[in-house]
């Protein structure tokens, strides 16, 4: 992180959450001393329930080449995750040092209404929906990088998306580095368009980089399609009884399996993302921010 910087940390907790603000204890690796300084929550960030970003403003410059822990004050030891990073007088954390770049896709989703049954597999039972045709619709993902690798967090960036002649057409704001934020359209156009706005965390200030647009290219056509019932073999042949509208598929894709359905040799259970959390709040990533003026890279258009 930089002499000067803050430390922004994103903490997480899925159980037994304190009403209470979370206190960061950054401490110096190298001397065991605690960095005295204040903290603060920045307002206008994407974050849920689960999460919270606090921002830890260093009363002092740190001292160069030295390592800082950084922990959650009265976490449980057994169960604290503690991150740490190291201080450099010599980085380079300017806005646009990592150029953006978006992806054209195009997804789809069951169109009708769908049919349901009841399904089983060595996870336990589940709902198998399934429709006659399907929507495809046009997805642009825009990757905002890994500004800052030494300082992720220094920046809060805000994605604009907007219609090929400057309209509107929603916004998606994101902390973490190496994140995407995406858009929905649903009718293909030539080109899909976006604006990145970086804000900074350190005194408020903003750049606006210049408008991109993204051609359709290869992406694929979109519309109303007929479902592939290929794909959903996999799917139909695990239903107890077949969903309504689709018995001769169902019939079909079970004429190879056992009576009783089941899941196919080999296949296992994943891991509930709930099971064995921590109780109270746990440091999941940390950015470090360039204390000082908002600066664009030269040169970058």
Same mark, same amino acid.
């Given at each position: 992180?930089?002499?000067?910087?803050?430390?922004?940390?994103?903490?997480?907790?899925?159980?037994?959450?304190?009403?209470?603000?979370?206190?960061?204890?950054?401490?110096?690796?190298?001397?065991?001393?605690?960095?005295?300084?204040?903290?603060?929550?920045?307002?206008?960030?994407?974050?849920?329930?689960?999460?919270?970003?606090?921002?830890?403003?260093?009363?002092?410059?740190?001292?160069?080449?030295?390592?800082?822990?950084?922990?959650?004050?009265?976490?449980?030891?057994?169960?604290?995750?503690?991150?740490?990073?190291?201080?450099?007088?010599?980085?380079?954390?300017?806005?646009?040092?990592?150029?953006?770049?978006?992806?054209?896709?195009?997804?789809?989703?069951?169109?009708?209404?769908?049919?349901?049954?009841?399904?089983?597999?060595?996870? =336990?039972? !589940?709902? /198998?929906?399934? @429709?006659?045709?399907?929507?495809?619709?046009?997805?642009? *993902?825009?990757?905002? %990088? &890994?500004?800052?690798?030494?300082?992720?967090?220094?920046?809060?960036?805000?994605?604009?998306?907007?219609?090929?002649?400057?309209?509107?057409?929603?916004?998606?704001?994101?902390?973490?580095?190496?994140?995407?934020?995406?858009?929905?359209?649903?009718?293909?156009?030539?080109?899909?368009?976006?604006?990145?706005?970086?804000?900074?965390?350190?005194?408020?200030?903003?750049?606006?980089?210049?408008?991109?647009?993204?051609?359709?290219?290869?992406?694929?056509?979109?519309?109303?399609?007929?479902?592939?019932?290929?794909?959903?073999?996999?799917?139909?042949?695990?239903?107890?009884?077949?969903?309504? =509208?689709? !018995?001769? /598929?169902?019939? @079909?894709?079970?004429?190879?399996?056992?009576?009783?359905? *089941?899941?196919?040799? %080999? &296949?296992?259970?994943?891991?509930?993302?709930?099971?064995?959390?921590?109780?109270?709040?746990?440091?999941?990533?940390?950015?470090?921010?360039?204390?000082?003026?908002?600066?664009?890279?030269?040169?970058?258009?």
């Amino acid at each position: 992180m930089p002499l000067d910087g803050v430390v922004v940390a994103r903490l997480r907790c899925e159980m037994d959450c304190p009403e209470s603000t979370p206190v960061l204890v950054v401490k110096d690796s190298e001397t065991g001393e605690v960095v005295a300084g204040t903290q603060e929550l920045p307002a206008d960030l994407p974050i849920t329930g689960l999460e919270m970003v606090l921002v830890f403003r260093p009363a002092a410059p740190l001292t160069d080449g030295h390592a800082y822990s950084v922990t959650v004050e009265g976490q449980d030891p057994a169960l604290l995750t503690g991150l740490e990073t190291r201080a450099s007088a010599d980085l380079d954390l300017e806005v646009g040092a990592h150029a953006t770049a978006a992806i054209v896709r195009v997804e789809e989703s069951w169109y009708d209404t769908p049919s349901c049954c009841n399904a089983f597999d060595t996870c =336990g039972s !589940e709902t /198998v929906c399934l @429709a006659k045709e399907v929507e495809r619709y046009v997805v642009l *993902g825009v990757h905002t %990088g &890994e500004a800052a690798r030494d300082g992720a967090g220094q920046y809060v960036r805000t994605v604009t998306f907007l219609s090929p002649d400057g309209a509107e057409l929603g916004k998606r704001t994101t902390w973490s580095r190496g994140s995407v934020v995406e858009h929905t359209y649903e009718d293909a156009a030539p080109e899909y368009c976006y604006q990145v706005t970086y804000r900074s965390l350190i005194d408020g200030a903003t750049i606006e980089e210049e408008r991109v647009c993204v051609p359709h290219g290869d992406a694929g056509a979109t519309g109303v399609f007929p479902t592939d019932m290929a794909t959903v073999d996999p799917a139909i042949r695990r239903c107890e009884s077949p969903p309504e =509208g689709f !018995e001769d /598929v169902w019939c @079909a894709a079970r004429g190879d399996c056992e009576p009783a359905g *089941g899941a196919e040799e %080999g &296949e296992g259970c994943s891991v509930s993302a709930g099971r064995g959390a921590p109780s109270g709040w746990a440091l999941s990533a940390i950015g470090l921010a360039l204390a000082g003026r908002v600066v664009r890279r030269r040169g970058r258009r």
